[in-house]
T-cell receptor
């Protein structure tokens, strides 16, 4: 059974801090790893990672994948209150057409 | 435009009611999904439609009945629900489904918050 584990489950920081969210996985025939941000309702797509060592970047957010150690990290620098959300990691693998989601990391950024 | 629109945003229903959730996308995606999400849990897949045909049913009880009238619309008909069915119901779409060679990004709607009394 495919497993996706995110850590920490929750995180509280102050504006301006840098945070690192982790996603580790145990799957057969990995294909891609996706990060989503979920505020209140809809998960919104952030990154798709398929190759090791290539950093994806969007503004203050960046992510990288390590296929040897089977994990990905999502970095957020200079956090803002608007970054408060649940960050979901999902992995596509093997013969399954559907991604397996982790439980998410709840990030709260205080002013 | 990467928008998936869901209506209604909120729904309260009794256990004997019949209601429907609606989902619409105009991105030309040929795969659409229903997920159920309980508080502090990840989304759980319910159904997948690929090219307007039901392709995956994750052992969902028959009180949930999906329908895909055309490539842009996806409905979820609800009947005789239980209080434990109260959850956020998310619709998503992607370019294709059931294609291991494709790297599909799912775009989610804002969800319908369902309360069953």
């Amino acid at each position: 059974e495919d497993k996706v584990v995110q850590s920490p489950l929750s995180l509280v920081v102050h504006e301006g801090d840098t945070v690192t969210l982790n996603c580790s996985y145990e799957v057969t025939n990995f294909r891609s790893l996706l990060w989503y941000k979920q505020e209140k309702k809809a998960p919104t797509f952030l990154f798709m990672l398929t190759s090791s060592g290539i950093e994806k970047k969007s503004g203050r957010l960046s992510s990288i994948l390590d296929k040897k150690e089977l994990f990905s990290i999502l970095n957020i620098t200079a956090t803002q209150t608007g970054d408060s959300a649940i960050y979901l990691c999902a992995v596509e693998a093997g013969g399954s057409y559907i991604p397996t989601f982790g439980r998410g990391t709840s990030l709260i950024v205080h002013p | 435009d990467t928008e998936v629109t869901q209506t209604p945003k909120h729904l309260v229903m009794g256990m004997t009611n019949k209601k429907s959730l609606k989902c619409e996308q105009h991105m030309g995606h040929r795969a659409m999904y229903w997920y159920k999400q309980k508080a502090k849990k990840p989304p759980e897949l319910m159904f997948v439609y690929s090219y307007e045909k039901l392709s995956i049913n994750e052992s969902v009880p028959s009180r949930f009945s999906p329908e895909c009238p055309n490539s842009s619309l996806l409905n979820l008909h609800l009947h005789a629900l239980q209080p434990e069915d109260s959850a956020l119901y998310l619709c998503a779409s992607s370019q294709v489904a059931l294609n291991l060679a494709a790297k599909n990004i799912q775009y989610f709607g804002a969800g319908t918050r369902l309360s069953v009394l």
